[in-house]
């Protein structure tokens, strides 16, 4: 266990609002990333941060912005929302010590856009 | 850029049948290869990692080794059950990229009692 916590686990919202993901995690984690999970597609990466206010982008960022104000929480939002991104996401964090060079997954947030 | 391919499921095997499923890759570095594991409804499992060529990594029953020359990570169990049913993902780590993944697109597998 990790120790991250992602909410909310499930949302549906309508196209053209805007949402936010949480994840939240408690062992000080320095580096924090947020996946979306799409069939045939695996996992792909949308934004990473690697420490307050410190983050940058991934493979698939138009659409998203993220904010760390603090080291606990990764904000993940969707300003205004479509049906191209209903999806799972997945946030992560990599492993401390002798772990460093490992990541780990919470258990996932389901986003429904209609 | 990074990449990495798996085999295509789904993968259907009997219980207690030899599990293998292909994984190869491409990086420009000295990549770490790790293998994940998601069961239904859940979030991914660490399942076995290897950092460096010829490392074999281990767990639960399910090996891989890292084989820089064949650029490959070949998940296998020699006697699959049913509780491992889910889908499997190989994915790698480069140092130089703040260690995100690269993930292939996962393989789904289904033992049947």
């Known amino acids: 266990d990790a120790g991250i916590t992602q909410s909310p686990r499930h949302k549906v919202t309508e196209t053209g609002t805007p949402v936010t993901l949480r994840c939240h995690q408690t062992e000080n984690h320095r580096y924090m990333y947020w996946y979306r999970q799409d069939p045939g597609h695996g996992l792909r990466l949308i934004h990473y941060?690697?420490?307050?206010?410190?983050?940058d982008k991934g493979e698939v960022s138009d659409g998203y912005s993220v904010s760390r104000s603090k080291t606990e929480d990764f904000l993940l939002t969707l300003e205004s929302a479509t049906s191209s991104q209903t999806s799972v996401y997945f946030c992560?964090?990599?492993?401390?010590?002798?772990?460093?060079?490992?990541?780990?997954f919470g258990e996932g947030s389901w986003l429904t856009v209609v | 850029g990074n990449s990495v391919t798996q085999m295509e499921g789904p993968v259907t095997l009997s219980e207690e049948a030899f599990l293998t499923i292909n994984c190869t890759y491409t990086a420009t570095g000295y990549p770490s290869l790790f293998w994940y594991v998601q069961y239904p409804g859940e979030g991914l499992q660490l399942l076995l990692k290897?950092?460096?060529?010829?490392d074999k990594g281990s767990n639960k029953g399910f090996e891989a080794t890292y084989r820089k020359e064949t650029t490959s990570f070949h998940l296998e169990k020699g006697s699959v059950q049913v509780s491992d049913s889910a889908v499997y993902f190989c994915a790698l780590s480069d140092d130089n990229a703040g260690n995100m993944l690269t993930f292939g697109g996962g393989t789904r597998l289904m033992v049947k009692p």
């Open positions: 290897a950092t460096k060529a010829d």
């Open positions: 941060s690697y420490g307050v206010k410190d983050t």
């Open positions: 992560a964090i990599r492993g401390l010590g002798g772990s460093g060079n490992t990541i780990y």
